[in-house]
């Protein structure tokens, strides 16, 4: 009896595949209409609400510079990823591409341009944990950030154009980035242009400042003289064993260049302008010269009276030194508990210390400033009574002076214009390899693809309707059933 009961239930329990099978096939036809119905629905759908889409384009940008990872640039300046849309940047690509170049549509590509960081899940657990400990994590500035630019689809701007933009973009920040930190300076090696139709003895004067500013500079690539450790770690360790490629110098071989340069060249030009008075107006040379020297000596004053203030409150401060001192006795009374122990007579000792301290430094700057104008306007008087103390009266000795003035000047332009090109060239290569990577595109300029959009919705829509038709059809709806 029971085992009769248990064939039953079991019979009564068993899926009649055959059934399933056929009612599929009498619901083919449905199923068949509902995934083309689905298919048209959801592509016909997303293509009329697409066009008032907006649509993405995505590229990659990777900052990597001496600095940036306590956020500034080479030049101590703060650091912003958002000088990627810096509008001037913006109208610089859209008129390379030859795209509309107007107000408003700087305005509004600028408006769709985000950047955003790229943080690894690595430092963000990292911080996460720091804080849970009770520290303070160190200042984190990401140095991969997404370049997004979002415009609307009937933007008059086709795919390929937004990524050729996005690219320009970059490309144009890239350019500035290296004239501002790569090139040379534009002033740099102008000193001749600027002695255009000026006097000859305006000569001294220029290239004296010129020859030491070139000094100034290779002492410095060179890393014998860094002021600071910040400046070390700026001009890095690579500079003095750098070589150049084009020039095949290094910046040792040219600061001994300058040098020659001084000791032969122009020396001997500023020698025959000072031996023998040289002049194209003597009347108006000693005019500017007055000039100079009045200016010197109003500097000198001022100088000078500042150097006594400095004196003045130097004086005060060391000779209160002794009452802060003794205030650190008289503050040593009896202390609650719980009070927080801060002892008044140290803290102004302190102050007092940081007070002398900055005097002194001030003291010395303003007492060298002052050296320096009296050194300068003693030059210039000397150079003053010199040219005053010649005359222009043997017209055939005079003419041989120019000649062989100007023979030494060309000499000394060929020499300073091959010195000055060697500079750049070396410098150029020796900022490009440390700037080389400094501003990089890390990932492939990319759209949003429309199409492909549509085609994944109206497979969607085509696998939706099959699944309804195909559950219908299981169901026994629409399908004729047989006997």
Known sequence: MNNDSSQQHFEDDSIDFGELFGRLKRGLPMILGLAALGLALTAGGYYTG??????????????????????????KSKFSPDDLRAPDNIAEALKRKGLATTEETQTQVRAALTVEAIIPDSIIKERDKLRAAGQTPRLYVPDEYT???????????????????????????????????????????????????????????????????????LVGLTGQTPETADEKIQLGTMSRSFRSPRTQLTFSDLLKQTQLFVQIRLNETLGLIRQHGISKDRSLALLKMDFHIKSLIDDENKAIEEEKVVQALLKQTQEGAQKYVLGVKSQNGPQRADATVVDQGLLDSLLANDAYNFLIRKSLASSLATRSIQAEKIIMLDQKARLATFTTDN??????????????????????????????????????????????????TKTQSFYRSLAMAGIAGLGIGGALGLGLSLLGVGGRRSR
């Open 50 to 75: 697409g066009q008032l889409q907006s649509i993405s384009t995505n590229t990659r940008v990777v900052f990597s510079f001496a600095g940036f990872e306590k956020g500034e640039y080479p030049d």
């Open 147 to 217: 370049l997004t630019l979002t415009l609307p689809r009937k933007f008059p701007m086709s795919p390929r154009e937004r990524e050729v933009l996005l690219s320009e973009i970059v490309t144009v920040f890239q350019e500035n980035f290296i004239r501002t930190y790569v090139a040379m300076p534009l002033n740099f090696g102008k000193a001749f242009e600027s002695l255009l139709d000026a006097d000859y003895s305006d000569y001294e004067l220029v290239l004296h400042q010129e020859a030491k500013n070139i000094n100034q500079l």
């Open 395 to 444: 017209l055939q000795e005079r003419i041989a002076t120019i000649a062989q003035f100007n023979k030494s000047l060309d000499a000394l332009k060929k020499v300073y214009t091959r010195l000055i090109n060697d500079i750049q060239l070396t410098y150029t290569d020796y900022q490009k390899q440390q700037f080389g990577d400094a501003v990089r595109i890390s990932m492939q």
